[in-house]
């Protein structure tokens, strides 16, 4: 039997607790939603006067980090360098801010921002994973 890390709600919020910390710092307002390594949603918070569709967005860029095992940033590095097959990946979330989640070396779920401007999504996400580190 193969034995794994599991990423826990309490670690969940940890992660938050991380990325709405910098979000805060720069008066930026998000939707920080975090998924277990099957993509199911563990954790979502929206900070007040957000815009609703940050909602889906944070959760797919969450989802998409787990299911392709890597950074948004790198479909959104593709189309933007010309590789359009990125678009038609079912999933895909061509924008910065969503990143997997790593205990050991092993994907344990997905943090994904929604919210200010892409790049300012991927520091807010970046910020988030250290804490679990």
Known sequence: MTVKPL????????????????????????????V?????LLYLQREHDTQFGGIEAAIMKAH???AFQRPTKT???????????????????PAEG???LLIDGVIVGGLGISGVRSFQDGQIAAAGAAALA
């Open 7 to 34: 990423l826990t709600l309490e670690a969940a919020k940890r992660i938050a607790a991380a990325a709405d910390a910098l979000a805060k710092s720069n008066d930026w307002r998000v939707v920080i939603a975090i």
């Open 36 to 40: 277990d390594d099957g993509g199911h």
């Open 64 to 66: 998409a980090a787990v």
């Open 75 to 93: 479909s959104e590095d593709a189309v933007a360098g010309g590789r359009l097959i990125h678009l038609a990946l079912p999933g895909v979330i």
């Open 98 to 100: 969503g990143v997997p």
